[in-house]
């Protein structure tokens, strides 16, 4: 259904929903995140992107599998945690970011589903704000079949118009989260259309960056394994993690126990995020590390996201969003390698 | 129910020739003093890592203290210079991110500085109690 | 004011001369004001160089990667690398080289002096420009900053938008260097350690919810670790992976591996971290803030820092990354060191 929203009246439609986990962009010191929200009064959309994705709240970057503890010597009992599972609700979800989400769906589900991902991605739905200017000057997520007014992965989408929200229900739990405030909403009017028409068009203008002729990129990179062009491209790669950790897609993680104490034996199994641009992550118990240097690294960033994923998954592993190129500290320029990637040989 | 005082946890790196000898010689000597230290003994106090102290910390100890010989007397002739400057550096920072001062200590303890050794941990105890268990660093549980 | 061009011939005749294997400076990068670091190895590839107020990243970095490439590669390219350094990157080098982590041959410096200004701040100059695009950043003749947006030029007082680190610098010329652009005007902080006050002057409780509401934003990306140039060590204390293995640890061994921290990027893993890290850097950090700049939380990391490094100043009359035969801080000592806080 279809619906607009005064914009004075978000923070009462935020209160109605109290009995859900509520999640939205809060601004600290500048910078934007997505936390839990106490004071329904607080939420504001006036914003760009986050600087976290919201894959954060889905897949933290701290998970509990299991607590383990021997009281002697044949008593080891190891207890599965589980997350909570209450009705959650993120607002304020870029489309890309919502892309992305649909994309680590296929990760951590298929035949084999990850309980942890999917008990707290059953209970979530993601209020989407579509992109009516670019967050980023470096969005591209044209190029990655993505748009800022993309529905992939939303329940709700939300379209500023000024001093309301135009406001799309998805899917039946998009319905339900307007239903339940329904006397906070009004039909759109023939204007309120047109105004969401106008915005729509103009949106897609405004994205300025692209890789052009992306669909060339899956099968020449097949080729492109021992180029010359990974040296190039990450000579001034400072293998920091920025773009890994930022990245809304990105999805691998390590293991680890975490022992408090050895006699009698307690610890938990935790689940943190890895980073594959870390020397580190494929450094094997021998010693040997097969990814030893940055240009192996960084092609096997690009080769994972537009050759591997593409191959099995059938989706660019990139949703556009921009922030490994705004934050990278020497300015290493996804798009740019990509074109390079398109051009190599020529 | 009665209340349980607070009894701190103090770690204490002692290097082996002078301040693990000096509390030996208290031990040997039936001195009384609190039994809240866990020794660690080290080969020299210039051996003590930073990150024997922060580890300490992290691992829920209410006090730390670095005992060695005394300027000129190091086994290792210049050991203990290295640790003065090392531990004042320690200090500095941990009191700067805000954590009690009094929580962390060094000391010159000699072979015969049985009774000194004593004193310290006595005073040392009855300085934490009051600040109560060290939860600024400790690794949560 | 130094003039791009001269740096331009500068690094084409020592290029053109084959002197050295490459030139690492600074180009304009294809996503945003702030340039990206170069790697130029023909002459008539200077021309990407730019020079402005932007020009903020450590290239000295770049070192410890010639390092391992020296280490690594079968035939190495054994010629100096080439190197733009400002007067803080100049004396990271100086602390290489005091450090025998390179030798004063591995690199030809091009030194640039900063002269009477230094670099922007980010964080300045959006909130003053806001949503407006720059297109240009440049000194003047008098050392003001001129920014150019789509609205004209606009003119300011270097001190407005210039790094915090800029107006205590002690060094706003290259120490060493081979050849030298720009003048050598000395310019010498009031109070070099002004920053830091505002976090010294707050209450033990003040400051210990200021760090600990920093450092729980961390999400342990290492990037502060991977920018700085004095953190070149193969293996960190962070990362658990030296071990060494024979064919007779058992998976028991390798369980119980010392581990100083854990991963889990919470706040006593991140203190520990944080922590240990600027007890590393002590008498080493030369304040170039790239940690800093480079974090994506915003943790204001050059405090920890340069907290060590007014300790190291007034405990023991340490200046670091002047003179590359000074011994290190933390490997030498003086008689008369303080021990007023040893009992």
Same mark, same amino acid.
């Given at each position: 259904?279809?619906?607009?929203?005064?914009?004075? &009246?978000?923070?009462?439609?935020?209160?109605?929903?109290?009995?859900?986990?509520?999640?939205?962009?809060?601004?600290?010191?500048?910078?934007?995140?997505?936390?839990?929200?106490?004071?329904?009064?607080?939420?504001?959309?006036?914003?760009?992107?986050?600087?976290?994705?919201?894959?954060?709240?889905?897949? !933290?970057?701290?998970?509990?599998?299991?607590?383990?503890?021997?009281?002697?010597?044949?008593?080891?009992?190891?207890?599965?945690?589980?997350?909570?599972?209450?009705?959650?609700?993120?607002?304020?979800?870029? =489309?890309?970011?919502?892309?992305?989400?649909?994309?680590?769906?296929? @990760?951590?589900?298929?035949?084999?589903?990850?309980?942890?991902?999917?008990?707290?991605?059953?209970?979530?739905?993601?209020?989407?704000?579509?992109?009516?200017?670019? =967050?980023?000057?470096?969005?591209?997520?044209?190029?990655?079949?993505? /748009?800022?007014?993309?529905? +992939?992965?939303?329940?709700?989408?939300?379209?500023?118009?000024?001093?309301?929200?135009?406001?799309?229900?998805?899917?039946?739990?998009?319905?339900?989260?307007?239903?339940?405030?329904?006397?906070?909403?009004?039909? !759109?009017?023939?204007?309120?259309?047109?105004?969401?028409?106008?915005?729509?068009?103009?949106?897609?203008?405004?994205?300025?960056?692209?890789?052009?002729?992306?669909?060339?990129?899956?099968?020449?990179?097949?080729?492109?394994?021992?180029?010359?062009?990974?040296?190039?491209?990450?000579?001034?790669?400072?293998?920091?993690?920025?773009?890994?950790?930022?990245? =809304?897609?990105?999805?691998?993680?390590?293991?680890?126990?975490?022992?408090? &104490?050895?006699?009698? %034996?307690?610890?938990?199994?935790?689940?943190?995020?890895?980073?594959?641009?870390?020397?580190?992550?494929?450094?094997?118990?021998?010693?040997?590390?097969?990814?030893? +240097?940055?240009?192996?690294?960084?092609?096997?960033?690009?080769?994972?996201?537009?050759?591997?994923?593409?191959?099995?998954?059938?989706?660019?592993?990139?949703?556009?969003?921009?922030?490994?190129?705004?934050?990278?500290? @020497?300015?290493?320029?996804?798009?740019?390698?990509?074109?390079?990637?398109?051009?190599?040989?020529? | 129910?009665?209340?349980?005082?607070?009894?701190?946890?103090?770690? #204490?790196?002692?290097?082996?020739?002078?301040? &693990?000898?000096?509390?030996?010689?208290?031990?040997?000597?039936?001195?009384?003093?609190?039994?809240?230290?866990?020794?660690?003994?080290?080969?020299? /106090?210039?051996?003590?890592?930073?990150?024997?102290?922060?580890?300490?910390?992290?691992?829920?100890?209410?006090?730390?203290?670095?005992?060695?010989?005394?300027?000129?007397?190091?086994?290792?002739?210049?050991?203990?210079?290295?640790?003065?400057?090392?531990?004042?550096?320690?200090?500095?920072?941990?009191?700067?991110?805000? $954590?009690? !001062?009094?929580?962390?200590?060094?000391?010159?303890?000699?072979?015969?500085?049985?009774?000194?050794?004593?004193?310290?941990?006595?005073?040392?105890?009855?300085?934490?109690?009051?600040?109560?268990?060290?939860?600024?660093?400790?690794?949560?549980? | 004011?130094?003039?791009?061009?001269?740096?331009?011939?500068?690094?084409?005749?020592?290029?053109?001369?084959?002197?050295?294997?490459?030139?690492?400076?600074?180009?304009?990068?294809?996503?945003?004001?702030?340039?990206? =670091?170069?790697?130029?190895?023909? !002459?008539?590839?200077?021309?990407?160089?730019?020079?402005?107020?932007?020009?903020?990243?450590?290239?000295?970095?770049?070192?410890?990667?010639?390092?391992?490439?020296?280490?690594?590669?079968?035939?190495?390219?054994?010629?100096?690398?080439?190197?733009?350094?400002?007067?803080?990157?100049?004396? #990271?080098?100086?602390?290489? $080289?005091?450090?025998?982590?390179? &030798?004063?041959? +591995?690199?030809?410096?091009?030194?640039?002096?900063?002269?009477?200004?230094?670099?922007?701040?980010?964080?300045?100059?959006?909130?003053?420009?806001?949503?407006?695009?720059?297109?240009?950043?440049?000194?003047?003749?008098? +050392?003001?900053?001129?920014?150019?947006?789509?609205?004209?030029?606009?003119?300011?007082?270097?001190?407005?938008?210039?790094?915090?680190?800029? %107006?205590?610098?002690?060094?706003?010329?290259?120490?060493?260097?081979?050849?030298?652009?720009?003048?050598?005007?000395?310019?010498?902080?009031?109070?070099?350690?002004?920053?830091?006050?505002?976090?010294?002057?707050?209450?033990?409780?003040?400051?210990?919810?200021?760090?600990?509401?920093?450092?729980?934003?961390?999400?342990?990306?290492?990037?502060?670790?991977?920018?700085?140039?004095?953190?070149?060590?193969?293996?960190?204390?962070?990362?658990?992976?030296?071990?060494?293995?024979?064919?007779?640890?058992?998976?028991?061994?390798?369980?119980?591996?010392?581990?100083?921290?854990?991963?889990?990027?919470?706040?006593?893993?991140?203190?520990?971290?944080?922590?240990?890290?600027?007890?590393?850097?002590?008498?080493?950090?030369?304040?170039?803030?790239?940690?800093?700049?480079?974090?994506?939380?915003?943790?204001?990391?050059?405090?920890?820092?340069?907290?060590?490094?007014?300790?190291?100043?007034?405990?023991?009359?340490?200046?670091?990354?002047?003179?590359?035969?000074?011994?290190?801080?933390?490997?030498?000592?003086?008689?008369?060191?303080?021990?007023?806080?040893?009992?």
């Amino acid at each position: 259904m279809e619906k607009v929203l005064a914009k004075k &009246s978000f923070p009462q439609w935020v209160k109605i929903l109290s009995s859900y986990k509520i999640f939205a962009p809060v601004e600290k010191e500048n910078l934007w995140n997505y936390e839990l929200i106490e004071n329904p009064e607080k939420v504001n959309l006036d914003y760009l992107n986050t600087v976290l994705s919201p894959k954060k709240i889905i897949f !933290p970057q701290r998970e509990i599998y299991l607590e383990f503890s021997a009281e002697n010597e044949d008593g080891l009992k190891v207890e599965e945690v589980l997350p909570d599972e209450k009705p959650s609700v993120i607002f304020g979800v870029r =489309p890309c970011d919502a892309k992305s989400l649909t994309l680590t769906d296929k @990760v951590f589900g298929g035949d084999f589903e990850d309980i942890y991902y999917w008990s707290r991605r059953k209970q979530m739905a993601l209020v989407g704000l579509s992109c009516s200017t670019p =967050p980023s000057p470096n969005c591209f997520c044209l190029t990655v079949d993505g /748009s800022p007014f993309s529905k +992939d992965g939303l329940d709700v989408i939300m379209t500023d118009l000024g001093d309301k929200y135009f406001i799309e229900t998805l899917t039946k739990k998009g319905e339900q989260l307007v239903s339940t405030a329904k006397a906070l909403f009004k039909t !759109p009017t023939e204007k309120d259309k047109k105004d969401l028409l106008k915005i729509q068009q103009e949106a897609k203008k405004l994205i300025k960056r692209q890789v052009e002729s992306i669909k060339k990129i899956p099968p020449k990179l097949k080729e492109m394994f021992d180029a010359s062009l990974w040296d190039e491209e990450s000579m001034s790669c400072i293998r920091c993690g920025i773009c890994t950790y930022l990245c =809304p897609t990105c999805h691998c993680f390590d293991i680890n126990d975490e022992v408090d &104490s050895h006699s009698p %034996l307690k610890g938990k199994r935790i689940r943190t995020w890895d980073n594959c641009q870390f020397p580190d992550f494929t450094m094997h118990s021998s010693g040997h590390n097969p990814r030893p +240097d940055k240009a192996s690294r960084l092609r096997q960033r690009i080769m994972h996201k537009f050759q591997y994923f593409v191959e099995r998954y059938k989706n660019y592993q990139c949703t556009g969003c921009g922030r490994c190129i705004s934050q990278c500290p @020497v300015g290493i320029d996804i798009i740019e390698v990509l074109d390079k990637v398109r051009d190599y040989g020529a | 129910m009665m209340a349980e005082e607070f009894e701190p946890k103090i770690v #204490a790196f002692l290097c082996k020739w002078c301040s &693990s000898a000096g509390s030996d010689l208290a031990g040997v000597s039936r001195m009384q003093y609190p039994p809240n230290v866990v020794p660690i003994q080290v080969m020299c /106090s210039g051996s003590v890592s930073p990150l024997y102290i922060l580890s300490a910390f992290n691992k829920g100890a209410d006090g730390v203290l670095v005992s060695g010989c005394h300027p000129g007397d190091c086994h290792y002739i210049k050991g203990n210079y290295y640790a003065r400057r090392r531990i004042a550096l320690v200090k500095q920072l941990l009191e700067y991110i805000g $954590l009690e !001062p009094q929580r962390f200590q060094m000391s010159w303890v000699s072979a015969a500085e049985g009774t000194k050794y004593t004193e310290i941990i006595k005073d040392f105890v009855q300085e934490l109690k009051p600040l109560g268990p060290q939860t600024k660093l400790r690794r949560a549980q | 004011m130094v003039n791009l061009e001269d740096l331009k011939k500068e690094a084409s005749a020592v290029l053109k001369d084959e002197k050295v294997k490459y030139v690492i400076g600074y180009q304009k990068s294809s996503n945003g004001l702030m340039p990206a =670091p170069v790697f130029i190895n023909k !002459p008539e590839d200077v021309e990407k160089l730019i020079w402005n107020p932007t020009c903020i990243h450590n290239l000295t970095r770049f070192l410890t990667d010639e390092r391992q490439r020296k280490i690594k590669e079968k035939h190495p390219d054994e010629r100096p690398v080439g190197l733009i350094v400002k007067g803080c990157d100049s004396r #990271a080098l100086v602390v290489l $080289l005091q450090e025998k982590l390179i &030798s004063r041959e +591995d690199v030809y410096i091009i030194g640039v002096s900063c002269e009477n200004a230094g670099v922007v701040d980010e964080k300045k100059l959006a909130k003053k420009f806001k949503d407006k695009k720059i297109e240009r950043i440049e000194f003047d003749e008098k +050392d003001n900053i001129v920014v150019t947006t789509k609205d004209g030029k606009t003119k300011m007082a270097a001190s407005e938008i210039l790094a915090e680190r800029c %107006l205590e610098c002690k060094a706003n010329f290259p120490v060493i260097y081979d050849v030298l652009l720009g003048e050598k005007t000395k310019r010498q902080p009031e109070n070099p350690f002004q920053s830091l006050e505002k976090i010294e002057s707050l209450s033990e409780k003040e400051r210990w919810d200021f760090w600990k509401e920093q450092l729980s934003k961390c999400i342990r990306c290492y990037a502060c670790r991977s920018v700085c140039p004095m953190c070149y060590c193969d293996e960190c204390v962070v990362d658990t992976i030296n071990f060494a293995v024979t064919a007779d640890t058992t998976a028991e061994e390798k369980a119980q591996k010392i581990k100083w921290l854990e991963k889990s990027p919470v706040l006593s893993e991140n203190f520990v971290y944080h922590f240990i890290r600027a007890i590393h850097l002590a008498g080493r950090c030369i304040d170039c803030a790239e940690c800093e700049r480079v974090c994506p939380l915003d943790i204001p990391i050059r405090f920890l820092n340069k907290k060590l490094e007014k300790a190291a100043k007034e405990l023991f009359d340490y200046d670091a990354g002047f003179d590359p035969d000074h011994p290190s801080l933390v490997a030498s000592f003086r008689d008369e060191d303080p021990e007023d806080f040893i009992r």
